[in-house]
């Protein structure tokens, strides 16, 4: 794959359909081998081919940093939690995922809630991954419950007076995520599971033909 070629566009959109459980890079190799881009456009490929193989990498370490600056402030750490599922939800088969596991949980206490809470009926694909329209979580349209995780997390934070913080650390990890992917060189593990998505999108498509 040329990552030259792809487009943000693109990018953000094979990041929303990956599968969301794909573990973590060992430590060992996310530490390793830095240089500097030649010029800027080996900068943007390796910035998009970095972001999308170590990606599991740059979530965790942006909720890493953002939890330990408000490892004293509970209200914080929860609004911190709540955005992090909001960014996670933006992924496909994450938010089917916490939608089914919520509704099994309210399933348990209340049936009649959780029927309500189903979403509509669409055509699926490969893993349950809806063909076309929007993604469910609890019988919501994505965008809602994004909306409401975000706009709490957000409450939450001017309530605990953390939100010049959270701003700083959410901007700090962000920033060592792009310090990384410019100066982490992709290796050819990188390349080869480059080319191993792309197969998988390519077969997918296939399978979800109808």
């Known amino acids: 794959m040329d990552w030259g070629n792809v487009t943000g566009e693109e990018l953000v959109d094979a990041l929303r359909e990956v599968e969301w459980s794909t573990p973590p890079r060992p430590l060992a190799e996310f530490v390793q081998r830095f240089s500097t881009p030649k010029n800027a456009s080996k900068w943007r490929s390796r910035l998009k081919c970095n972001a ?5 990498n740059y979530y ?7 939890a330990c600056c408000f490892a ?3 209200l914080a ?6 955005a992090s599922i909001a960014l996670a939800s933006l992924n496909d088969s994450f938010a089917l995922s916490l939608s089914e596991r919520l509704t099994r949980a309210i399933r348990k206490l209340s049936p009649p ?3 309500k809470l189903r979403p509509p009926q669409q055509r ?7 063909l076309r329209g929007a993604v469910y979580i609890c019988g919501q349209d994505r965008r809602v419950a994004l909306f409401l995780l975000l706009f709490l997390s957000a409450w939450l934070n001017y309530v605990s007076r953390a939100y010049v913080t959270f701003a700083i650390a959410f901007t700090s990890s962000v920033l060592l995520v792009v310090v990384h992917a410019t100066f ?7 390349r080869l599971n480059s080319y191993r998505e792309e197969f998988r999108a390519v ?7 109808p």
């Open 113 to 115: 809630l959780a029927a």
């Open 72 to 74: 004293r402030n509970p």
């Open 203 to 209: 077969w997918r498509g296939y399978s979800d033909a």
């Open 124 to 130: 699926t694909g490969v893993r349950g991954r809806p």
């Open 52 to 56: 999308y193989y170590y990606r599991t």
């Open 60 to 66: 965790i370490l942006v909720c890493f940093v953002n």
């Open 77 to 82: 750490l929860l609004a911190v939690l709540l």
């Open 184 to 190: 982490r060189s992709p290796n050819l593990k990188a």
